[in-house]
């Protein structure tokens, strides 16, 4: 009776699809889609030139921000996978030292950086995956702002950014939490620079070229599709 038990498992097992039959495996594999939902923390390591011509000694920064992101993986094998981000977030910048710091706050701008990198995971088909990943990134600008603080001193002021496009690197883990539900832990450097042009009413234009060069912490939900 046991042998005819376990033949009839073995043509049942036999005759399922083979979804079915792999519906309990943990990992991934070639043809998933990883899409991830992550919050992300933009830090930048910016330097930057002079403010000129008025200010060539007085530099600028930029703050952190915190915004969610939207992630998708296409996994092309079953280690190799290629991921593009999609998120924007909004930065203050402001003076360092000399007149520029006693303003302050100078001005906003949203930054738009979109970045396709090409991924290793390893232990694709364990539980915890560890990956490392290169490509390419493009950064907008848009929707600068001069501040209250910077039209009160040199008078109406428009704020000019350019476009960045340069390389990105990252790494990060996933941690199956269900078999379709995973935890997603990530790091990026992005190389990003913007020259910037202020073009005001009493001290003409004004430019500096900053490097903005950010680290971008992520933590978040994704699903297996």
């Known amino acids: 009776m046991k042998t005819l038990i376990a033949l009839a498992a073995a043509s049942l097992m036999a005759a399922l699809p083979a979804g079915a039959q792999t519906r309990d495996e943990t990992g991934i594999?070639?043809?998933?889609?990883?899409?991830?939902?992550?919050?992300?923390?933009?830090?930048?390591?910016?330097?930057?030139?002079?403010?000129?011509?008025?200010?060539?000694?007085?530099?600028?920064?930029?703050?952190?921000?915190?915004?969610?992101?939207?992630?998708?993986?296409?996994?092309?094998?079953?280690?190799?996978?290629?991921?593009?981000i999609a998120a924007t977030t909004k930065h203050d910048f402001s003076g360092i030292s000399g007149t520029t710091?006693?303003?302050?706050?100078?001005?906003?701008?949203?930054?738009?950086?979109?970045?396709?990198t090409a991924q290793y995971h390893f232990n694709p088909r364990g539980k915890?995956?560890?990956?490392?990943?290169?490509?390419?990134?493009?950064?907008?600008f848009w929707n600068e702002k001069a501040s209250d603080g910077l039209q009160g001193a040199v008078g109406k002021t428009k704020v000019r950014m350019s476009d960045s496009f340069g390389?990105?690197?990252?790494?990060?883990?996933?941690?199956d939490l269900t078999r379709k539900v995973f935890l997603n832990l990530d790091v990026k450097y992005i190389d990003m620079r913007t020259d910037v042009?202020?073009?005001?009413?009493?001290?003409?234009?004004?430019?500096?070229?900053?490097?903005?060069?950010?680290?971008?912490?992520?933590?978040?939900?994704?699903?297996?599709?």
């Open 29 to 84: 594999k070639a043809g998933e889609v990883l899409l991830r939902l992550r919050t992300i923390l933009v830090a930048p390591n910016e330097t930057s030139n002079g403010i000129r011509p008025a200010f060539p000694g007085e530099k600028v920064k930029l703050d952190n921000a915190v915004m969610p992101e939207i992630d998708a993986t296409y996994m092309v094998t079953d280690t190799i996978g290629l991921e593009l």
């Open 101 to 116: 710091g006693s303003i302050g706050r100078l001005g906003s701008t949203w930054v738009l950086p979109p970045t396709l």
């Open 128 to 140: 915890l995956r560890p990956y490392l990943g290169a490509g390419v990134n493009y950064t907008m």
């Open 167 to 175: 390389w990105a690197a990252q790494a990060g883990m996933d941690l």
């Open 197 to 225: 042009r202020l073009d005001t009413t009493a001290i003409g234009t004004q430019r500096t070229r900053v490097k903005v060069n950010p680290l971008v912490f992520g933590l978040g939900l994704g699903v297996r599709l």
